[in-house]
């Protein structure tokens, strides 16, 4: 069965500062995608960036960006200049990619980040 | 991207009693799921909800007790039946569009509290 961890269950950044986010999985499959989801107080889940097994390049969007070790089965999340609206619980989840969209999302427990201003 | 209408947003029930959740999005989607976020928890998959046919359940959950409609590709329905106080939770609807696609969609959740 497949896990997901995340050993830090709260962060803390300065704003503008740089924070990573660590998250390591366990699997025997090699095609599957990774993501980190935010969940602001609103409760609203929204996908912050996601990466594909296959694909060496780590991800990036715009601040944000992964460290992407398939080997080391690791996927740490960076977020550079970091806001005030950056504070959140973040989620680090797995999803298989066999069966396409039947696949059920594996969430870790989740780091809530708090952003110092 | 999908947009998810989730109702009530929050409840307060009596112990014993039932809520239906509900969820509608604005398009056709292939799959659509329920999950549970326990509080300070992360999220579990209670079951996937089929067009036209009995739910799939994970591990730990029950059609009686979690009771689970969907009459078309746009609606689902979450019951939570004979509520107990560690029924509290949030209740989140999710959907991906489309077999290829790899993103999920979600609600912004049910926050029910049982006394």
């Known amino acids: 069965a497949q896990t997901v961890t995340q050993s830090q269950p709260e962060m803390s950044v300065q704003e503008a500062e740089t924070v990573t986010l660590s998250c390591t999985y366990d699997?025997?499959?090699?095609?599957?995608?990774l993501f980190w989801y935010k969940q602001p107080p609103s409760r609203q889940m929204i996908l912050v960036i996601r990466q594909e097994a296959y694909k060496q390049q780590n991800a990036t969007e715009n601040r944000f960006s992964v460290n992407f070790q398939k080997a080391a089965k690791s996927f740490s999340l960076k977020i550079s200049d970091s806001q005030l609206g950056d504070a959140a619980m973040y989620f680090c989840a797995y999803r298989r990619n066999y069966g396409g969209a039947t696949n059920k999302l594996i969430f870790g427990t989740g780091t809530l980040l708090a952003v110092q201003p | 991207s999908a947009v998810i209408s989730q109702k009530p947003s929050r409840d307060i029930c009596q112990r014993g009693t039932s809520l239906t959740i509900q969820c509608q999005v604005d398009?056709?989607?292939?799959?659509m799921f329920w999950y549970r976020q326990q509080p300070g928890q992360s999220l579990t998959l209670i079951a996937t909800a089929n067009q036209g046919s009995e739910a799939t359940y994970e591990s730990g959950f029950v059609i009686d007790k979690f009771p689970i409609s969907r009459p078309n590709l746009t609606f689902s329905t979450l019951t939570v039946s004979n509520m107990s106080p560690e029924d509290s939770s949030i209740y989140l609807c999710?959907?991906?569009?489309?077999?290829?696609?790899?993103?999920?969609?979600f609600g912004q959740g049910t926050r029910l509290t049982v006394v």
């Open positions: 999710s959907v991906t569009e489309t077999q290829g696609n790899t993103e999920a969609f």
């Open positions: 398009s056709q989607v292939t799959m």
């Open positions: 699997t025997s499959e090699s095609d599957y995608y």
